[in-house]
Nanobody, 123 residues
Framework: VQLQAFGGGLVQAGGSLRLSCEAS????????VAWFRQPPGKEREFVAV????????FYTDSVKGRFTISRDNAKNTVYLQMDSLKPEDTAVYYC?????????????????WGQGTQVTVSS
């Protein structure tokens, strides 16, 4: 499956953005999908993951209560709603997908990756 992430931009602290990850090439509905991010000068880190039905999600502690991952399988799209953004959320955000049945926070377990979208939060 091919993934395309978009929706990033420049926002002030406290603001909101919604990222989208669109899939093409094959049915998306049986994939788990995760968002990762890579802050400037740092390694890529896990943000959130959602199972194939959308019924199970998991977040890294730093975004819990602020970010919401969701999906619309009819549109082959997964979303990351980001509220109450902080300067430390500044990063390139990537979506990733895989057909495994269990959720994972490990980037090397994901077989398909989008190109990344830049999110910059100003203080």
């Amino acid at each position: 499956v091919q993934l395309q992430a978009f929706g990033g931009g420049l926002v002030q602290a406290g603001g909101s953005l919604r990222l989208s990850c669109e899939a093409s090439g094959r049915p998306f509905s049986r994939h788990i999908v995760a968002w990762f991010r890579q802050p400037p000068g740092k390694e890529r880190e896990f943000v959130a993951v959602i199972n194939w039905s959308g019924g199970t999600t998991f977040y890294t502690d730093s975004v819990k209560g602020r970010f919401t991952i969701s999906r619309d399988n009819a549109k082959n799209t997964v979303y990351l709603q980001m509220d109450s953004l902080k300067p430390e959320d500044t990063a390139v955000y990537y979506c990733a997908a895989d057909t495994r049945t269990y959720l994972s926070t490990l980037s090397h377990l994901y077989s398909s990756w989008g190109q990344g979208t830049q999110v910059t939060v100003s203080s």
